[in-house]
């Protein structure tokens, strides 16, 4: 009984002693992991640091902006006194009115405006020819003594071309006097002048013509007149 009493007993210390030796290594195990948190918050800290120096680094930039400050109030003073210089400077360099701005240079337009003008200016009027001298000839028509007049001395434009038959039947128309004749050109002959008729006053009478007072010697229809001329054309009497 005794031996296993002492046996016991030390299987009991045996475990106590197990259980404080375990209880050391977990508390210097909780007290390593400790330390090295400690580390690792203290590393991150300075890495922070590092990264964005707003510690001390922040306070020498803030103490030296104070230091400075009067400095800063002379600079800014001799920005302010130096400013109207500039002013004066730049008033200066400035135009005193705007009609002394540059203005942008416009094309000439002269050499442009110059053929338009030729294009609508209107074109000269040519002048016109004088016209050609109007060709006239005169007639006239004498009856028997019964009827002396029948066409007074009248006027009649010809172009060049007519004849003394053209002129007699012109006239005669225009003056509603009828002309009773045969053939044309060259065997053209005149019977008849307003109604009286050859052998009317007599077996040989008859219509007789004359240019410029002489009478003429073939058909009224074969003899061209001139400008100037004057036809009679006269009933003879037998």
Not at 141 to 146: A, E, F, L, N, R
Not at 189 to 197: A, E, F, L, T, W
Request: include cysteine.
């Amino acid at each position: 009984m005794t031996h296993c009493f002492h046996k016991s007993i030390s299987l009991i210390l045996t475990f106590l002693l197990l259980i404080s030796l375990i209880g050391c290594s977990s508390s210097s195990s909780s007290k390593s992991e400790t330390n090295d948190q400690k580390t690792k918050v203290t590393q991150a800290k300075n890495d922070k640091k590092q990264k964005d120096p707003t510690g001390e680094t922040s306070k020498q930039v803030q103490a030296a902006g104070t230091t400075n400050q009067p400095n800063t109030a002379n600079a800014n003073t001799q920005a302010v006194a130096a400013k109207p210089e500039t002013n004066q400077q730049i008033a200066a360099a400035k135009p005193s009115s705007p009609a002394q701005v540059a203005q942008p240079s416009k094309p000439k337009t002269t050499a442009n405006t110059a053929p338009s003008q030729q294009t609508t200016s209107p074109a000269p009027v040519a002048s016109a020819a004088p016209a050609a001298p109007v060709q006239t000839v005169k007639i006239s028509i004498t009856g028997p003594k019964d009827r002396p007049t029948i066409l007074n001395l009248t006027t009649v434009n010809i172009k060049g071309n007519e004849t003394i038959l053209d002129v007699l039947l012109d006239a005669a128309g225009k003056n509603n006097i009828d002309v009773d004749k045969t053939g044309s050109g060259a065997t053209a002959y005149v019977r008849g002048i307003d109604g009286i008729y050859e052998r009317d006053y007599g077996a040989m009478s008859g219509w007789i013509c004359k240019q410029n007072g002489t009478g003429i010697a073939k058909s009224a229809g074969a003899i061209t007149v001139k400008a100037g001329d004057q036809i009679e054309w006269i009933y003879k009497e037998n």
